[in-house]
Nanobody, 114 residues
Framework: QVQVVESGGGLVQAGGSLRLSCAAS????????MDWYRQAPGNERELVAL???????NYADSVKGRFTISRDNAKNTVYLQMNSLKPEDTAVYYC????????WGQGTQVTVSS
C-alpha cells in the first residue's frame, strides 16, 4: 500500500521560513519525479516545484529564489525549504508523484501572516 505523508506546515510571519517534508512508502521512490503543489482558497491547485530522479529541479516563477526542493532517496523523502515567505504563499501544500498511478498526500497547511 502506497502512502504519501506531508509534514512541516504551520503558521509563520512574513519573511520567515518553513521546511516541508514528504515521506513516501510502498513505492519505488527513487524512480519517480517528485512534485510539490499548493492550493489556496478559491484558487486552482498549482505546481510549486519539482525534482527529477536525476536531481533536476524546476520552480514556479512566484517562488524562484525563495524555495528549494531536494530529495533523499535513502529516506524516501522530498523536502521543500521555503524562505522569505509572503502572505500570498498561504495555501495547503501537497506532495505528488506518478509511477504508473498518481499519488497525492493529504496536504499540510502553510499560513503566512503579514
Amino acid at each position: 500500500q502506497v502512502q504519501v505523508v506531508e509534514s512541516g506546515g504551520g503558521l509563520v510571519q512574513a519573511g520567515g521560513s518553513l521546511r516541508l517534508s514528504c515521506a513516501a512508502s510502498g513505492i519505488a521512490f527513487s524512480f519517480s519525479t517528485m512534485d510539490w503543489y499548493r492550493q489556496a482558497p478559491g484558487n486552482e491547485r498549482e505546481l510549486v516545484a519539482l525534482i527529477t530522479t536525476g536531481g533536476i529541479t524546476n520552480y514556479a516563477d512566484s517562488v524562484k529564489g525563495r524555495f528549494t526542493i531536494s530529495r533523499d532517496n535513502a529516506k524516501n523523502t522530498v523536502y521543500l525549504q521555503m524562505n522569505s515567505l509572503k502572505p500570498e504563499d498561504t495555501a495547503v501544500y501537497y506532495c505528488y508523484l506518478k509511477l504508473w498511478n498518481e499519488y497525492w498526500g493529504q496536504g499540510t497547511q502553510v499560513t503566512v501572516s503579514s
